[in-house]
Structures are given as C-alpha cells and as structure tokens.
C-alpha cells in the first residue's frame, strides 16, 4: 500500500494550484507545484509535507487573516463546485493557514475554522488556540458543541481530547481531562454516530489518565439503547482490553467464568517477518452454564531495548451454550506497518477470555535471510 504522503501528487498539487488560480490571478499553478516539491520534498513526511503546502501558500497569501479568509471561503467553494466533497483529509493544511496567519486575531481565527472545519477538520489547529488563548478556546469549544452543524459539534470533542493523535499536546487537558465532561455530556449521545464516535474516542483517551472517572459516567448510561451502548464499549475499549472488571461487568461478561476446556496451538513458531503467525484455539463450555465470552488474544512484542510491548486484538464474543464446543482458526500478520518496527526474536501470544488471560506460548521472529 502507498504511503499516505504520496497522497500529493504532482497531479494534486497541480490542480490545487489552477483552483487557486482562479481565486487569485497572481498565483501560477505551475510555479506553486514548483515550490511545493523544492527539495527536501522526497525526505518529507505527511506531516512535515502538510506543513510546506500551508507555508507556500502564506507566502503567496501574507497576513493577516482578516485579509485572507475571503480567499480560503472561495477556494472552498470551488473546490466544491468541481466535486469535492466535505470532511476531506488532504485539505487539512488550510487549517494550518489560520494557526500561521491568525494566532493573533481570535475571533476572526475562530469564524473561520468553524467554517474550515466542514471541509477538512480542524482538530490539529485548534490545538494552538489552547496553547496561546486557552481560556477563550475552551468556552469556543463549549459554544461549538451546540453547534447546529455536527462537523462543528466533533470539532469541539475531537479537538479537545486529552491525547489526540497527532495533535500538538496541551497539558491542562492532559492534567485535568474532566475539564471537558461538560462537553462529553453534550455530545456522547448526540444524533450524528461521526459525533458520537468522536466523544467516545475522547472518553478512551481520559480512561487511560483517569479511569474512575469514565467507569462513574458510562455505569449510569448503559442500557439506554443498542445503539448508544455500542459507543460506550468504544469508550471503555482500553479499560475492557485491560481486563478492567468494573468495565467487563458493564456489558454482562463474568470475569468468575473459567472454560471447562481450552486448547490452544501456535501452528508456525518460527515466523518470518512480513509472513503470519498462525494459531488455533479450542473453547469447551462447561456441562450447565450458558456465558457470554468476549474472546481475545495478547501478543507481547519484543521491543529493541529487550522488553516487551503488548496489544490486544479482538476474536469476537458470542454466547457458549451448556457443553458446547468452538474452534477458532486466525492469522495475524507480522507485515511492517507504519505504527510498529518488528524485532527479531523471541515473541508470546496468549488467548484472553472474559479479561482472563490463557496459554501464553512463544513464538520466534526472525528475518528473510534471502
């Protein structure tokens, strides 16, 4: 798969610079493509590439804001008149025009991502607002989350997150996460799921920095429908995955269950990297109980100063009926991504159920010699 960097291609940048020239006679689509992919263009990443289309176009575009929004608002609009469509993420840079051109000048700052947000969010930019004008940014964010318009709404939860990927950090968030709850209370069961999601996504971040404080505000939530249940286990996900009790309880799984049989057999235990490990597990309920079992597995990663890291992956849940036997096949793969460097050696991978963690086996990682 392609990098998500390429996504700016020469193609793209091209036809980003002819929009802009219709917004803005002095811009020659060519020499922008020109300036955009100066050297160390190659060496650049997402970020850093996202950073250079915002810089050349401050350049073409001097502040301040005031100035430049009428220009952003119709490259947007034509940029939609040509079939591009809203919440589009290789737009986000025009985000980052108003952290370069506007730190200065809140309100303008503020009117104009509530309208930038729509097309490509402005969770990273707002960030800056909260490092320069913190209390000014928070009562936006409270306004912003009665907005009529739900990408406006996320934005509020989505830009406020204790430990937002990518996002520059702030540490009164990260200090004091409650400071948004009014937020969440707005929001966790908002009518649009992209809201909703948001806000059980910034719940997530809080349970990692304080856990009592989510398992105190889903325990009162759960039940009110299917729906809305579904986004507070994507609230509690990291707390379940830890084999938090309070959390595991919440949605009926017994933490006291025991299988009355498992089986559990690592198929390959020498695994190339890039190949898949591949295993099998073997679940026998016992003779009179009926269980809802929520089934994962654990691997431990060896990381480069010899200690390990651990994940864990879902296998799905299901009800075991009295005597009931099930067999899950699964591959995982061991293929280099972006968010994990694999080092060869010894790894282990064990089965969880209901938060209990079985049959820790071992398995070793080694390179293609070829």
């Not at 060519?30 to 810089?55: C, G, H, Y």
């Amino acid at each position: 798969m392609e990098p998500l960097k390429e996504m700016y291609s020469r193609e793209w940048v091209l036809g980003l610079g002819n929009q802009l020239a219709k917004v803005d006679s002095k811009i020659n689509p060519l020499t922008f493509q020109k300036q955009v992919f100066a050297s160390p263009w190659k060496e650049m990443e997402l970020k850093e590439r996202i950073n250079r289309l915002s810089e050349v176009l401050v350049e073409h575009w001097p502040g301040p804001l005031s100035k430049i929004y009428p220009k952003l608002f119709k490259l947007i609009e034509n940029l939609r008149s040509h079939g591009v469509s809203d919440f589009n993420f290789p737009y986000i840079f025009l985000n980052d025009i108003v952290t370069k051109s506007g730190l200065n000048d809140f309100d303008t700052s503020m009117k104009v991502l509530e309208k930038l947000t729509v097309f490509s969010s402005a969770e990273f930019a707002i960030r800056f607002f909260y490092k320069h004008h913190f209390d000014q940014t928070l009562k936006q964010m409270y306004d912003w989350s009665k907005h009529k318009e739900p990408m406006v709404r996320r934005l509020a939860s989505e830009g406020s997150r204790p430990m937002l990927p990518w996002g520059i950090g702030i540490p009164e968030i990260k200090t004091n996460p409650e400071i948004h709850l009014p937020i969440i209370e707005s929001l966790w069961d908002d009518k649009d799921e992209i809201v909703r999601r948001s806000a059980a996504n910034h719940l997530n971040d809080i349970s990692k920095l304080k856990p009592d404080l989510v398992l105190e505000f889903c325990k009162t939530r759960i039940g009110k429908s299917k729906e809305l249940d579904k986004n507070l286990k994507h609230s509690l996900r990291t707390l379940l995955k830890k084999g938090n009790t309070k959390a595991l309880s919440f949605f009926s799984y017994d933490t006291q269950w025991k299988p009355a049989k498992i089986k559990f057999d690592v198929i390959n235990k020498k695994v190339k990297i890039g190949d898949s490990i591949e295993f099998t597990v073997s679940i026998s309920q016992t003779l009179k109980d009926e269980t809802k079992v929520r089934m994962e597995y654990k691997i431990g990663f060896l990381l480069s100063n010899g200690s390990y890291g651990y994940k864990v992956f879902q296998l799905g849940e299901r009800n075991l009926f009295p005597n009931e036997k099930i067999k899950i096949s699964k591959k995982h793969s061991m293929a280099p991504i972006t968010t994990r460097v694999y080092y060869p050696g010894i790894h282990t991978i064990s089965i969880l159920l209901n938060g209990n963690e079985y049959k820790t086996q071992k398995f070793e990682l080694i390179r293609d010699r070829k």
